[in-house]
């Protein structure tokens, strides 16, 4: 495992069991055939991973993956029947009937070391898939399925394994490195998943595409699912203290070093010596992990509010459509983005653009007065020391720019504004739904957006409940309507 600390034990004091060169004693393509993921690239895929997916379901089912090769054939015979099946891009294949089909299937996966043959002693010949072939078939399933982690089986696991007093003391501490190991793993796959999120949204051009990807994508796939939870019931900070101190304390006991690595020794054919270090190494990796977990819960966190607060500003702007200086600078850079991808330019790139000439004039200017950028050189004068004055301050100015600027600091939708207006609008009611809020402004349309997104954190009054099938319309946008319950006090 790679714990996210920067106290990671160095290359040369690590053990020789888990260095990255053991992979020098036994590659990777030494136990994966080399022609194993042509099916996958190759013009064919979609037949191949179809009757793929279909023979793995079928033998799943057995008490093995060893199953007679008739009944496959059989399989993949209906499957070929069927109108909607991926077809083959070679005419020959194309146009056989379906049992040669699916034979050719069963040779061709043989061949590319996805299944082996084997013929028993009643003459029976038998279909398995490899070991390894059974592996990558279920990662590719969890991908393909959109499977997502899940933090709190990690989380409650490693709390549980840890609190184990009896059992194998060498096992759990394997399962409790392995299980962080998971648990990190999928919180950089969400850190990465948010910066993907971040990426795509300036592909969308709309505000209704913008809402779609927050409410119908990101908030329901990431904030739901995963971030929600993370911070608040699946909460590391519940379970890390006592996790770590059980840990240091196992460090510390020399009834547990030796007995964990007596069994260590064994499991792993390693000498007790050599078992002793991986016992420290492993308390010190796990422990270390937890410590430093911080870091990537602290950048998740810089990572949604920056996605939420680009995907906010990017329809505040495109919903401003006044004909003053900022109306028509939003209207010229959406022409040039416009441009930009039409002619499919990288954005990291430095073009002449020759339809700028008519959206910006440039000039020249070479009369000098008193307010020229260029400051003439003045001789030398006598100063004349004068009596300072002190201007009054303008009363009726003041208060105008005060009431600007309270009227601007009104218009800010902080959580605790948003909390305030909830409260007002609910007044004794329990539960309200979005579409009865007022709605005759922008103001009012994002206040409903902040509502929503404001509504996972965990010290607002109320909490947001997700529906089904209803839309609320806002002129030309829309977006599923919610429903606001205030919390038990």
């Not at 002693?121 to 499977?147: C, M, P, W």
Request: with cysteine; hydrophobic share 35%.
């Amino acid at each position: 495992m790679s714990p996210v600390t920067n106290d990671a034990v160095k290359p040369q004091e690590r053990n020789e069991e888990d260095s990255p060169a053991r992979g020098l004693s036994s590659p990777l393509f030494d136990i994966i055939p080399p022609k194993f993921f042509s099916p996958l690239s190759s013009p064919n895929r979609l037949v191949y991973w179809d009757c793929i997916h279909k023979l793995f379901s079928v033998m799943d089912t057995q008490l093995s993956f060893g199953i007679e090769r008739e009944i496959l054939a059989d399989e993949l015979q209906f499957y070929f029947e069927q109108n909607q099946a991926a077809e083959f891009e070679e005419a020959e294949l194309a146009a056989a009937d379906p049992r040669k089909k699916a034979n050719e299937m069963l040779r061709l996966l043989e061949n590319f070391g996805w299944i082996e043959v084997e013929t028993d002693k009643s003459y029976v010949q038998r279909v398995n898939f490899h070991d390894y072939a059974v592996n990558i078939i279920k990662t590719l399933l969890e991908i393909s399925d959109g499977k997502k982690v899940e933090y709190q089986g990690y989380i409650y696991s490693i709390y549980g394994l840890v609190k184990e007093s009896e059992g194998d003391p060498a096992a759990i501490l394997v399962q409790i490195r392995e299980q962080t190991d998971l648990l990190i793993t999928g919180l950089k796959n969400l850190n990465s998943n948010i910066k993907h999120y971040i990426d795509e949204l300036t592909r969308h051009k709309t505000v209704a595409e913008i809402m779609n990807a927050l409410f119908n994508d990101y908030i329901t796939n990431i904030v739901d699912k995963a971030y929600h939870r993370l911070r608040t019931s699946d909460n590391v900070s519940k379970f890390r203290p006592e996790i770590i101190e059980r840990l240091e304390a196992h460090g510390r006991s020399k009834t547990y070093l030796s007995k964990t690595a007596e069994a260590l020794a064994k499991i792993k054919e390693i000498s007790l010596e050599k078992a002793e270090e991986l016992t420290y190494q492993y308390l010190h990796e796990i422990i270390e992990a937890f410590r430093s977990m911080d870091d990537i819960l602290m950048e998740i966190d810089q990572k949604n509010t920056q996605y939420q607060r680009a995907a906010i500003n990017r329809a505040k702007f495109l919903l401003a459509g006044s004909e003053d200086v900022r109306g028509q600078l939003k209207e010229i850079l959406l022409y040039m983005n416009e441009k930009v991808n039409d002619r499919s330019l990288d954005l990291n790139g430095i073009y002449e653009l020759e339809y700028m000439d008519e959206l910006v004039r440039l000039f020249g200017s070479s009369f000098l007065d008193e307010k020229s950028f260029y400051s003439p050189a003045e001789g030398k004068k006598e100063f004349h020391p004068q009596e300072l004055s002190m201007p009054q301050p303008d009363l009726v100015l003041r208060q105008e720019k005060l009431k600007r600027m309270t009227e601007k600091m009104q218009k800010i939708l902080s959580p605790e504004r948003i909390d305030s207006y909830v409260k007002a609008q609910m007044g004794e009611r329990r539960l309200m739904r979005a579409s009865e809020l007022p709605l005759q402004s922008v103001e009012d349309f994002m206040k409903i957006i902040y509502i929503r997104l404001y509504g996972t954190r965990k010290n607002m009054i109320y909490r947001i409940q997700k529906e089904t099938n209803l839309i609320h319309k806002y002129e030309e946008y829309s977006f599923p309507d919610y429903t606001i319950q205030k919390k038990e006090k």
